[in-house]
């Protein structure tokens, strides 16, 4: 079983959940049955790893974060704080997949440099969307279930689709925002505002 953080909320690992010794678990998270959290990976504290969640070598987790059932999180993946990760996501982490070099021998860990995927802050990946490696999913964003992203998805916007393209803006809440006025964007569940600017948005 990997490190655990020596507090009174220790995380809980489930039966039958693999756990690296040399992974690195924070305080009151959990880790379901059939988990699989590798070496060298640090999962911060008080998040949910979902049964049958697979957590690549050396991959980072910030606190707070939930990975549902069957995601799969390859190396070397960066994750804030706050990020949720629906069923059955990937992560991936080769733009130019190969079993075998060209003259035909298995490729091994040294033929392949691996890109990540880092999801920021606050932002929420639904269910079954892919990830190509190397893109960059910003904070408080919303890629909807399905969508396949192969480049940078703004902070607070909301993608979907194959290939995934921006269809309107989210805030803090998750919700979509409504138009507010030139330029200017509110959110329906907290009211707070929002002012878009040459493809960007920020709270007012």
């Given at each position: 079983?990997?490190?655990?953080?020596?507090?009174?909320?220790?995380?809980?690992?489930?039966?039958?959940?693999?756990?690296d010794e040399r992974a690195a678990i924070g305080a009151g998270t959990r880790v379901w049955h059939l988990a699989q959290v590798r070496e060298d990976a640090v999962v911060g504290a008080d998040c949910v790893i979902g049964r049958g969640a697979y957590i690549g070598p050396g991959v980072r987790i910030g606190d707070r974060v939930k990975v549902q059932n069957h995601a799969l999180v390859y190396e070397p993946a960066v994750v804030e704080d706050g990020v949720f990760i629906g069923p059955a996501v990937v992560l991936t982490n080769d733009r130019h997949p190969r079993a075998v070099t060209p003259d035909g021998r298995l490729k091994g860990r040294l033929d392949w440099h691996a890109e990540p995927v880092t999801l920021r802050q606050g932002c929420s990946i639904g269910g079954r969307a892919v990830l190509v490696a190397g893109v960059t999913v910003g904070r408080w964003a919303l890629v909807a279930a399905g969508a396949?992203?192969?480049?940078?998805?703004?902070?607070?916007?909301?993608?979907?689709?194959?290939?995934?393209?921006?269809?309107?803006?989210?805030?803090r809440a998750g919700e979509p925002l409504?138009?507010?006025?030139?330029?200017?964007?509110?959110?329906?569940?907290?009211?707070?505002?929002?002012?878009?600017?040459?493809?960007?948005?920020?709270?007012?």
């Open positions: 079983m990997g490190t655990v953080e020596d507090d009174a909320a220790a995380a809980r690992i489930a039966p039958g959940a693999d756990v396949v992203v192969h480049r940078d998805v703004p902070d607070f916007a909301l993608v979907a689709g194959v290939p995934a393209r921006r269809i309107g803006w989210v805030g409504r138009p507010a006025g030139p330029g200017l964007w509110n959110c329906p569940r907290t009211g707070e505002g929002y002012r878009e600017t040459d493809g960007t948005l920020r709270p007012v």
